[in-house]
């Protein structure tokens, strides 16, 4: 049997029984850790989702795997905040000591692949969404490719809602605000030399090219730093060179890592390394910036009255897709995601909705 929407005003939050939801909440949970649902196929996840969504008697809208709902009693004069989180997991490391789709309780803790990163966020956002009569207007999405900033995820879904003022993304944070997370730029660094043969010292070296460049990305420091995510940070993590032990390359490529903060957009930076470097850049996307809002934003007002603390965010996150104000917070622990025998905790799960409700309502 379906079961209905249902709002509610919660004057008392003492009074309030949470464990239904909950225990929604976590039997749900179950079966998306059951499913597999790695990157870009997640269609059994979504139809999930979506089941679940009509059974609870709401008109679901989906774009290929990206699931939504919006509130019944939508006004639009009235402010919309967007509750997002994604379906979708990395694959299993080799060290899990479990099957990571087979969801395990061992006491308070449910484990199992994606539980923390980030089913948690995802089913206490929906059953808030389901318990709440709020000031604003919701809208629930669950979306797909967040782990890989995939072209079919979060970007096809934003174009067909409404207009949104401020998004909450669920997210492990501990359930404290999020304002601010780094961006991601990844660089293709290329020095040019000249082929020889090395027994005769021919040619122009490539990696001999390279090194004025690796020891600038070593050693240069941005300027503006973040109060919430500290500096700019760059890493080079790939070099590749050489075809054989006798031939001088004439080809060096490095990848380069950039974690920008949100002083700085990635076009800056990007303009500001090939200022300093010798070599051929050339970015891949400039479309992973880093996000904030200020934390004079009523929600990140209201967060810090009840309580919890303001953080800067390391990890990237849909949010750098979002072309409006965005906060990260949600059940669990960002270590645990990407880990070996991830989980959430239920009490988490139970807090997370709670304080969800309390965030959002009048």
């Given at each position: 049997m379906a079961i209905k929407c249902r709002?509610?005003?919660?004057?008392?939050?003492?009074?309030?029984?949470?464990?239904?939801?909950?225990?929604d909440a976590v039997a749900l949970l179950q079966r998306l850790i059951a499913t597999p649902s790695i990157s870009r196929s997640e269609t059994e996840v979504a139809d999930i989702m979506e089941e679940?969504?009509?059974?609870?008697?709401?008109?679901?809208?989906?774009?290929?795997?990206n699931v939504w709902v919006i509130s019944p009693d939508f006004i639009e004069k009235r402010p919309t905040v967007l509750l997002n989180a994604h379906l979708d997991t990395v694959k299993p490391v080799s060290s899990w000591t479990r099957n990571p789709f087979s969801p395990t309780l061992e006491g308070d803790r449910?484990?199992?692949?994606?539980?923390?990163?980030?089913?948690?966020?995802?089913?206490?956002?929906?059953?808030?969404?389901?318990?709440?009569?709020?000031p604003f207007n919701?809208?629930?999405?669950?979306?797909?490719?967040?782990?890989?900033?995939?072209?079919?995820?979060?970007?096809?879904?934003?174009?067909?809602?409404?207009?949104?003022?401020?998004?909450?993304?669920?997210?492990?944070?501990?359930?404290?605000?999020?304002?601010?997370?780094?961006?991601?730029?990844?660089?293709?660094?290329?020095?040019?030399?000249?082929?020889?043969?090395?027994?005769?010292?021919?040619?122009?070296?490539?990696i001999y090219e390279v090194l004025d460049d690796l020891c600038w990305f070593r050693s240069y420091r941005f300027e503006r730093i973040s109060d919430f995510l500290g500096a700019t940070k760059m890493q080079v993590t790939v070099i590749n060179a050489g075809t054989q032990h006798n031939v001088v390359p004439d080809e060096c490529h490095?990848?380069?890592?950039?974690?920008?903060?949100?002083?700085?957009?990635?076009?800056?930076?990007?303009?500001?390394i090939c200022q300093h470097t010798h070599s051929e850049v050339k970015a891949r996307s400039f479309r992973l910036g880093s996000s904030h809002i200020d934390t004079r934003h009523p929600l990140i007002r209201k967060c810090i009255d009840m309580g919890m603390q303001p953080f800067g965010s390391?990890?990237?996150?849909?949010?750098?897709?979002?072309?409006?104000?965005?906060?990260?917070?949600?059940?669990?622990?960002?270590?645990?995601?990407?880990?070996a025998d991830e989980y959430i905790g239920i009490s988490e799960i139970r807090q997370a909705i709670e304080t969800y409700v309390r965030l959002l309502s009048d």
């Open positions: 709002f509610r005003i919660f004057a008392d939050m003492k009074t309030t029984d949470f464990s239904t939801y909950t225990n679940t969504l009509r059974s609870y008697g709401y008109p679901v809208q989906r774009k290929k795997n449910l484990y199992g692949l994606g539980s923390n990163d980030c089913g948690g966020g995802l089913v206490s956002l929906l059953q808030a969404f389901r318990m709440l009569t709020s919701l809208i629930f999405l669950a979306s797909a490719e967040e782990e890989v900033s995939g072209a079919d995820g979060i970007v096809q879904a934003l174009p067909e809602l409404p207009p949104i003022d401020v998004a909450i993304v669920g997210e492990p944070t501990g359930m404290q605000p999020a304002v601010a997370e780094k961006g991601l730029m990844v660089l293709d660094v290329t020095a040019h030399g000249k082929s020889g043969h090395a027994a005769r010292n021919e040619g122009v070296n490539a490095m990848v380069v890592d950039v974690r920008t903060n949100e002083l700085y957009t990635n076009q800056e930076v990007y303009d500001i390391p990890t990237l996150s849909d949010q750098a897709l979002m072309p409006f104000p965005s906060f990260k917070l949600g059940p669990g622990d960002s270590a645990r995601s990407h880990s």
